[in-house]
């Protein structure tokens, strides 16, 4: 799996932020097992201590592969990423931060909330890029960088997203996806 590296003019490393840890070990659903919290702690995440300001980007993309796992074992990769982003996004909306982040989102509605997607993952990491290119009528186009080669994942987010600023019809495609980067084509009813 090739991780995100730095986004060019960056002197930090990849990581990722504690509410955005918070969020995919609640997305599991359930409170973790001694053998599940095992194997986090080998991947680098210590749940049986204070969770850390922040992680390495690559203990996050083995944590959200293995709790997708753990979470789906019966479905393909792709639908346990996309499961698990869904789920993702209603643990991230339970955070401190992230319940701040809901708020200001059901607020600005559905269009804004794309156009400002970057901004609202920057929560979350120190790495992702994200731009968004409006198509009108109830259409955004989502460009993303710097992803965890888990675009499924990232899709979930988004449909749970726009369930939660309750956009009606919401439908999220994926329609291109290469390395460490994809393109999501979003629609709605505007009605």
């Known amino acids: 799996m090739a991780l995100p590296s730095s986004p060019s003019g ?5 990581v990722v932020f504690t509410q955005t840890v918070e969020g995919v070990i ?24 204070p ?27 792709a639908e346990a990423y996309r499961e698990l982003g869904e789920r993702f996004f209603e643990g991230y ?14 607020v600005i509605g559905v269009r804004r909330s794309l156009a400002r ?20 009528s109830g259409r955004v186009r989502l460009y993303f960088d710097h992803i965890l080669e888990q675009p499924e994942y990232l899709r979930g ?17 994926l329609v291109e996806s290469g390395p460490n980067r994809c393109v999501l084509e979003v629609r709605w009813d505007e009605s």
């Open 10 to 14: 960056a002197t930090e490393a990849p």
């Open 26 to 49: 609640r997305a599991l659903g359930r409170a973790p097992t001694d053998p599940e919290k095992r194997a986090l702690r080998e991947l680098g995440i210590d749940l049986d201590r």
């Open 51 to 77: 969770l850390e300001p922040a992680y390495p980007a690559v203990a996050f993309a083995k944590a959200v592969e293995f709790v997708a796992r753990a979470r789906s074992p019966g479905l393909s990769e």
């Open 93 to 106: 909306t339970q955070t401190l931060i992230g319940r701040a982040t809901g708020q200001v989102l059901k």
């Open 117 to 136: 997607m970057e901004r609202s993952f920057r929560n979350g990491n120190n790495y992702m890029r994200s731009h968004s290119e409006d198509l009108g």
């Open 157 to 173: 987010i988004v449909l749970s997203g726009g369930r939660y600023v309750g956009a009606k019809a919401f439908v999220v495609d």
